[in-house]
């Protein structure tokens, strides 16, 4: 069951009371939900596309970097957040057409899986940057010893099969029948409300607050041992290494209270007004912001490059390089090019 289609268009409480009343209610709003969904991912689309296709592509030019560790972990971040905006235009085609879906069933079970695999992928991705970057500061030893780019790799690989398996669920449904029309991304049974629920609180522990916890542990500890040496006279490369340590835990402590803490809360609180039969305008007024805290978790997709770029001083470097090396491309082929318009001048 999609938890995204129960969450943003519920039809019926768990104990099945007053379903009339709750269907003609949330439909009467989903012109709310269709808004805000097409303005957020017609924003997205572009920038994420095109930010992480060109991360991607910075990482891989720069053969030297491939062989961090923390390279590979954001390689894997751009390419969740890259494989998730694929899915946007099919998205933005849906909420155009009012809500008809116009695809095959199992391209509608691939979009709603692909959020929340990049969701939790990125989440997952995004504390691993972390724990490496206090690994770094606090043990170096340790870090240079037991972190090396083929065991992030496989860190990196068992994220993904652990998000993808855990969200195998999301499959199981697709297009519904509703006035007459397929609709993508909404509940195709009512009595599966309860068992949502608890798949929720299973995603919010494991997925967004053993995480959290580890990057408020992260952040505390590398804080911490950064205080106690700022007495200490060191280099100025050391000092640059830390400001970009405590760089990195900021922003991503600040992705997740911008990008995931409002939506996990909203989303379990709305679970329980619709399972607990509150009342229709408490429920709607909870759906609504269910959907606006839904298009913040979307925007990751577009942080997480700004990531890169302001928190890893390589990354910034190896833009650099990988733009100097394509205007120089453009120079040379400029000057090809007019050195045969006087080769053709002259003959």
Request: proline letters at 4%; charged letters at 15%; hydrophobic letters at 45%.
């Amino acid at each position: 069951m999609s938890v995204e289609r129960l969450l943003t268009t519920p039809l019926v409480a768990c104990n099945n009371s007053s379903a009339g009343e709750l269907l003609q209610c949330f439909h009467n709003d989903d012109a709310f939900k269709y808004r805000a969904y097409t303005f957020t991912y017609l924003l997205l689309f572009p920038v994420a596309f095109l930010c992480n296709i060109g991360a991607l592509g910075v990482f891989l030019l720069q053969s030297s970097r491939r062989n961090s560790a923390s390279c590979v972990v954001m390689m894997n971040l751009a390419l969740s957040d890259g494989s998730f905006s694929l899915t946007l235009p099919l998205r933005l085609a849906y909420y155009f057409k009012g809500g008809v879906w116009l695809f095959p069933d199992w391209l509608c079970r691939i979009c709603v899986y692909c959020f929340y695999v990049n969701l939790y992928t990125s989440i997952l991705f995004l504390t691993l940057l972390s724990v490496l970057r206090w690994l770094a500061v606090a043990k170096p030893l340790r870090h240079r010893t037991l972190v090396t780019p083929t065991r992030s790799l496989l860190v990196c690989l068992g994220v993904w099969l652990f998000v993808g398996v855990l969200s195998g669920p999301f499959l199981t449904n697709g297009v519904t029948m509703r006035d007459g029309f397929p609709r993508c991304f909404e509940p195709a049974s009512p009595s599966s409300w309860g068992r949502v629920l608890i798949l929720n609180y299973v995603a919010v522990a494991l997925g967004f607050l053993l995480p959290f916890l580890t990057i408020i542990v992260c952040y505390g500890r590398l804080v911490r041992r950064l205080t106690a040496r700022s007495s200490i006279r060191n280099s100025s490369t050391r000092n640059r290494n830390r400001r970009r340590s405590v760089h990195l835990v900021t922003m991503v402590t600040a992705t997740f209270l911008l990008c995931f803490l409002p939506y996990h809360l909203i989303r379990s609180l709305h679970l329980h007004a619709v399972c607990g039969g509150w009342n229709c305008k408490v429920t709607v007024a909870l759906q609504r912001a269910v959907v606006v805290t839904l298009c913040l978790a979307a925007s990751n997709s577009v942080v997480n490059p700004l990531l890169y770029y302001y928190s890893t001083r390589t990354f910034r470097n190896n833009m650099r390089d990988a733009q100097s090396s394509l205007l120089s491309s453009r120079a040379g082929s400029l000057r090809s090019g007019m050195t045969m318009m006087r080769r053709r001048n002259t003959t």
